[in-house]
């Protein structure tokens, strides 16, 4: 079955270490995202790529970075200079103009 | 900026009908509305485009005002699988790009 798989279900991070998010997806889409869910907010963009070697930065991007190297995969790499990394972490595809989403990561500071 | 949805949360007694509504003070090309239950994803629900231009499915329906830049998604017959926080997001092109969304409105079915 086509989807979006994200992984892990959890994640915890010590401070000063940096973690992956890994997003893979088998729906042949061009386009991924990365949004952060925080509780009784809305989705907020970090990252999107429309095409496999660029992507762009969202509204809240600091502290973050991406890589998609390949049309499959679009990891996240919540970096220790983001202060603040506790959230739910949801990866997105599109082939035009609906998401289509993963199951997220909750991440969480230990 | 971010769209305001309203109201922030309401308790329907299933077979009655809810709006929930979506306002941006940005000039809008098309507008997104998703349903997302407790610890899952969001799934998508339609799209509405300047233009009247409607994509979507299932029976929930919706209109867009491009003039008052606002638009509101109709429940109606609320079944209890209703349930969720729906999210509306709202983007200057027709594409998924750089949708901003809403708080979102936290719809409870009951019995």
């Known amino acids: 079955d086509g989807g979006i798989t994200q992984s892990p279900k959890y994640l915890f991070r010590k401070e000063g270490q940096n973690v992956t998010l890994s997003c893979e997806q088998n729906?042949?889409?061009?386009?991924m995202y990365w949004y952060r869910q925080d509780p009784g907010q809305g989705l907020r963009l970090i990252y999107y790529?429309?095409?496999?070697?660029?992507?762009q930065k969202g509204d809240i991007a600091e502290g973050y970075s991406v890589s998609r190297e390949k049309k499959e995969s679009f990891p996240l790499t919540v970096t220790s200079a983001q202060k603040n990394p506790t959230a739910f972490y949801l990866c997105?595809?599109?082939?035009?103009?609906?998401?289509?989403f993963g199951s997220g990561t909750q991440l969480s500071v230990l | 900026q971010q769209p305001v949805q309203s109201p922030q949360a309401v308790i329907l007694r299933e077979g009655e009908d809810a709006v929930i509504n979506c306002s941006s003070s940005?000039?809008?090309?098309?507008v997104h509305w998703y349903r997302q239950k407790h610890g899952e994803a969001p799934v998508f629900l339609m799209i509405?485009?300047?233009?009247?231009e409607q994509k979507g499915h299932d029976k929930i329906s919706a209109s867009f005002n491009e003039k008052k830049q606002q638009s509101s998604l109709y429940l109606t017959a609320s079944q209890l699988s209703y349930s969720g926080t729906y999210f509306c997001?709202?983007?200057?092109?027709?594409?998924?790009?750089?949708?901003?969304f809403g708080t979102g409105t936290r719809l409870q079915v009951t019995l």
């Open positions: 997001g709202t983007s200057n092109t027709g594409t998924a790009s750089k949708l901003t």
């Open positions: 940005k000039a809008l090309y098309s």
């Open positions: 509405l485009l300047k233009g009247g």
């Open positions: 997105a595809s599109s082939i035009g103009w609906g998401l289509f």
């Open positions: 790529s429309q095409i496999v070697n660029d992507f």
């Open positions: 729906l042949n889409h061009d386009a």
